[in-house]
């Protein structure tokens, strides 16, 4: 499962460019390449509801990189990234362990 985004002090520009790194949770595991097509149709139906643009996207096998682009007057990246997990970690097959206590 990917991890919530740290707290860091963001400064929410409309419209602004953001670079994200995103960790899973077990570093070991390979989830994010073992089921890119999910993460790929995850990210996809969250950009048709909730509009960006992709400047860079590097998937690897416990983290990605992306740099996007909000739409002008728009700077809440923090739902993108939540229907982003929420669709790819509910969309995982069932057997896949989401979470150390699980």
Same mark, same amino acid.
């Given at each position: 499962?990917?991890?919530?985004? /740290?707290?860091y002090?963001?400064?929410f520009?409309?419209?602004?460019?953001?670079?994200?790194?995103?960790?899973?949770? !077990?570093?070991?595991? $390979? &989830?994010?390449?073992?089921? &890119?097509?999910?993460?790929r !149709?995850?990210?996809?139906?969250?950009?048709?509801?909730? /509009?960006? $643009?992709?400047?860079?996207?590097?998937?690897?096998?416990?983290?990605?990189?992306?740099?996007w682009?909000?739409p /002008?007057?728009d700077?809440?990246?923090? $739902?993108?990234?939540?229907?982003?997990?929420t669709?790819?970690?509910?969309a995982? /097959?069932?057997?896949?362990?989401?979470?150390?206590r699980?």
């Amino acid at each position: 499962m990917l991890l919530p985004i /740290p707290n860091y002090r963001r400064a929410f520009i409309p419209g602004g460019c953001w670079f994200f790194t995103v960790n899973l949770l !077990e570093r070991r595991k $390979t &989830v994010l390449v073992d089921h &890119v097509a999910i993460l790929r !149709e995850a990210v996809a139906i969250t950009r048709r509801d909730h /509009p960006f $643009t992709i400047d860079a996207f590097v998937v690897l096998p416990d983290h990605l990189h992306a740099i996007w682009q909000l739409p /002008p007057g728009d700077h809440d990246f923090s $739902t993108r990234w939540r229907l982003i997990k929420t669709r790819f970690a509910r969309a995982l /097959p069932k057997e896949e362990r989401l979470s150390e206590r699980l």
